[in-house]
């Protein structure tokens, strides 16, 4: 699969507003190795005062969390859909989300984009961010 250049996406005021608006973010893909940018990316996160919620197919408990494994199970609002997973499962966490009906953002890391997702995901009312970092931009802004 090529890589593809991010047509659907927000501008600097927007993701401002974004984290302005967001208090619960699902991190999809969010590793338990330290070692690892979701594991890194999800601390910084709760560190900086948001609720992280790990999706995640195997553990209990990451960064002192309950783990979830899809969207479907968390039985609370959540704000943002942070994405850590290869482009082609980004569509079917986007579908998730759309059938949840209440985020407000997708996300997806640095070198992740699908634009057609993306798109879906607008047109369903979300905003997007497509292949930028969660936690470069938040550093960058606060």
Not at 95 to 110: C, H, P
Not at 133 to 141: D, G, Q, R, V, W
Request: hydrophobic share 40%; with cysteine; net charge negative.
């Amino acid at each position: 699969m090529e890589c593809e250049f991010a047509t659907v996406n927000s501008d600097n005021e927007e993701i401002k507003e974004i984290f302005e608006n967001t208090k619960t973010i699902a991190i999809i893909g969010c590793s338990p190795n330290e070692e690892k940018a979701s594991n890194r990316v999800a601390n910084y996160l709760k560190n900086a005062g948001f609720k992280i919620v790990p999706v995640y197919p195997k553990e209990d408990e990451i960064l002192g969390e309950k783990v979830y494994r899809s969207l479907k199970e968390i039985p609370f609002k959540i704000d943002m859909v942070d994405i850590f997973r290869k482009p082609d499962v980004i569509g079917l966490v986007i579908d998730s989300a759309i059938e949840r009906g209440d985020i407000d953002t997708v996300w997806t890391q640095l070198g992740l984009v699908n634009n057609e997702a993306a798109k879906k995901a607008v047109e369903a009312g979300m905003k997007v961010v497509q292949n930028k970092c969660t936690k470069i931009e938040h550093n960058a802004l606060y």
